[in-house]
């Protein structure tokens, strides 16, 4: 009898068109098919789970349950990860609401007294979720105490290179202005956190595949704008130079602030949808955050050598200066100012429209270089007048000066200021190099760190062009004007500084040091006769005068100023890559003898300072006499003292060794997201390629 009624109630409910559960649930039209079963056309493109239930029921509010379950998933799992990881989580002191909740006496809570907290309130009426002491970006969970630790490290070494944010700001402010803002800083700061050295391993996939989507949803609003610019300021670490975004970055940056109007900060109503009333404080960080984009984007332009994608416009031309409450910080006007300097030399010097490589005639380049040379004495003056910049705002002022001094690597040997113009890249170059070494101080009261591991990839770029100007002038027709002693250990020093900005064993930097000892093995020829000149008989220069040849011209002409590090690189990839493994080498050990074994035999965490008992002034005025000028700032130090010098991590210098850094620069590998232990596996078949 009972088998007869299931049959006659299955018949009867076959007969009758039924909707699914997901339009029941919505009350909607359905358009299922029961047989053969076909998807209804709803569920199909909301890619839901159509279904036909008998005894199916309409519950009320079935979203939030189904989003609340979800919750309760993910806090067990953070609970899980950080008992895990040794967390002793406690939430004692911790405000809960009235309720079917009744507080133990017990200060830990397990997981399932946080769920049923989490339910009950929900059904007592009043919904309130404490605040998680955790902040999860895909895999990688950091507790507040993480974070806080983070974040101070960051404002302690980070902040002051580019000081546009407000410390007074607690990180979840910063997570609730957008999540990758918050990373972001997160990411720099963990590129030396001795707490957890994987940290930015870690960290380097999620966050990049959050930037990516970020872009990807068409961000509109500032913050974005500002985790780019710390973004392209110290980009995550690469491997290889054609997968570095920063360049990309960069234009994206500058397209999304022009976007949402950060350009025209009077009018920001007419990039808006909605409604928009700025008060002076937004107002002012708006502006704020205008100007430090284009201060980035410019160093990204002058760095990578191309085109910067800059605006300098009414905004900061003349808005800054009409407003006094509008005016920005000293130290970033005296950065735009300094960047300014650079769009100028770049676009005036190198961006002729009628020349196939843009450059600029030899003459009218020759009269530019005295203009702006003019202009960087009195920009070098208002900038020491002020006493409310850091020294780093010299450093960058060095850096500007550098970049217009690289210019005469353009400039034919036949020109009548050649020898004046490469004497007075010399100068620039060593004062720079100066500046540089005294970042590398350590500070007793922030655990003796110094802030040159913390150093801007504008600055690790300028630098490595100084270290190949070096190298270009102790092994070219140059040397005998020089302190070649001096040269050599400032070129070693330098060679350590890259090291020391090197976050991991074989990231670009530390690949481009290894690269320029390289070349410095196989520049020895020249130097030699120039050492056994000395000893015999004082300065070369004074038993035979240079003859000056083109050995300091560029193949490579169309990255700016930058062009001397892809040339040097070409140089070296024509002269060493397309010979045979087994060649024999010489042994950088062997270079002088002078150098002892122990140059390679420390490890990554120290560097000592090379004494320099002389500083050198950057003088901008053309030399009129170079030969009654002593350049033997170092005199007393011996080459012997390089022994005692501190080389940050093994370089391997022995005999053919040197066959290992030909993946130097390109076709290299990336680092692993997810490989904890280390950057990757050296593969000796890849090449390097611009």
Request: proline share 4%.
């Amino acid at each position: 009898m009972d088998e007869n009624e299931e049959e006659a109630d299955k018949r009867r409910h076959s007969s009758v068109k039924r909707a699914c559960n997901q339009c029941r649930q919505q009350k909607l039209r359905c358009d299922v098919v029961q047989d053969p079963f076909t998807v209804c056309s709803r569920c199909a493109r909301l890619n839901l789970e159509c279904k036909i239930e008998l005894h199916f029921r309409r519950i009320g509010k079935r979203s939030r349950h189904a989003e609340l379950e979800r919750e309760v998933v993910w806090l067990r799992q953070c609970l899980s990860q950080a008992k895990a990881r040794g967390y002793d989580v406690e939430y004692e002191g911790m405000s809960l609401p009235s309720g079917n909740y009744s507080q133990k006496d017990q200060k830990s809570i397990d997981p399932d007294d946080i769920t049923s907290l989490h339910i009950n309130t929900v059904q007592s009426g009043s919904y309130h979720v404490p605040p998680s002491p955790f902040y999860e970006l895909e895999d990688v969970v950091l507790t507040e105490a993480t974070i806080n630790s983070l974040v101070k490290e960051f404002w302690t070494f980070y902040h002051p290179f580019l000081m546009f944010l407000c410390p007074s700001q607690l990180p979840n402010q910063y997570y609730e202005q957008h999540p990758l803002l918050f990373w972001t800083i997160i990411a720099v700061a963990a590129r030396r956190h001795t707490a957890q050295p994987g940290l930015l391993l870690s960290l380097t996939g999620p966050i990049t595949r959050l930037l990516w989507n970020t872009i990807g949803e068409v961000p509109n609003n500032h913050f974005v704008v500002k985790a780019l610019c710390i973004m392209c300021t110290w980009p995550l670490p690469i491997s290889i130079t054609s997968s570095d975004p920063t360049h990309i970055l960069c234009g994206i940056m500058m397209k999304v602030a022009t976007g949402i109007g950060l350009h025209r900060p009077m009018y920001t109503q007419e990039f808006s949808r909605v409604s928009i009333q700025l008060d002076r404080e937004q107002l002012f960080d708006r502006l704020t955050t205008w100007t430090v984009c284009n201060i980035v984007a410019q160093r990204c332009g002058t760095g990578y050598g191309q085109p910067a994608s800059t605006l300098y416009d009414w905004t900061q031309l003349t808005l800054l200066n009409e407003d006094a409450s509008l005016k920005v910080s000293s130290e970033l006007e005296a950065h735009l100012k300094i960047e300014r300097f650079c769009d100028k030399v770049s676009k005036e010097m190198y961006s002729n429209a009628s020349d196939p490589r843009g450059e600029t005639g030899e003459q009218l380049r020759a009269a530019l270089a005295r203009i702006y040379r003019r202009e960087y004495r009195e920009l070098q003056s208002f900038i020491s007048s002020r006493d409310d910049v850091s020294p780093l705002t010299n450093l960058y002022l060095a850096a500007a000066g550098l970049h217009l001094c690289l210019s005469v690597f353009f400039d034919s040997s036949t020109t009548k200021s050649y020898m004046d113009d490469l004497m007075e890249l010399w100068r620039a170059c060593i004062f720079f190099l100066q500046l540089v070494f005294e970042l590398d101080t350590p500070d007793p009261e922030n655990q003796n760190r110094s802030m040159l591991f913390c150093a801007t990839n504008y600055l690790l770029q300028m630098i490595v062009a100084a270290c190949f100007t070096l190298l270009k002038f102790l092994d070219s027709f140059f040397a005998p004007e020089i302190d070649y002693e001096f040269g050599t250990n400032t070129l070693h020093r330098t060679i350590q500084v890259i090291r020391a900005i090197s976050v991991f064993d074989n990231d670009l930097p530390c690949r481009l040091a290894n690269l320029m000892m390289q070349m410095w093995g196989g520049a020895h020829i020249k130097e030699r006769n120039i050492i056994q000149r000395l000893e015999i008989g004082g300065r070369a220069s004074e038993i035979m005068r240079p003859i000056i040849d083109d050995s300091l011209q560029l193949n490579f002409r169309c990255r700016m100023s930058m062009s001397l590090v892809f040339d040097s690189i070409w140089r070296w990839r024509k002269e060493y890559q397309m010979q045979e493994p087994k060649i024999s080498y010489p042994n950088t050990k062997n270079i002088d003898q002078s150098v002892s074994a122990n140059t390679a035999s420390t490890s990554t965490s120290s560097h000592i300072k090379l004494p320099i008992n002389q500083e050198i002034q950057f003088d901008t005025h053309a030399l009129d006499n170079a030969d009654s000028i002593s350049y033997n700032i170092t005199s007393g130090y011996d080459l012997d003292d390089l022994g005692n010098m501190e080389n940050p991590g093994p370089l391997n210098f022995d005999h053919g060794t040197f066959y290992q850094f030909d993946w130097a620069l390109d076709r290299m590998m990336n680092f692993p997201y997810n490989n904890n232990q280390g950057v990757g596996d050296l593969d000796e078949t890849r090449f390097l390629e611009n």
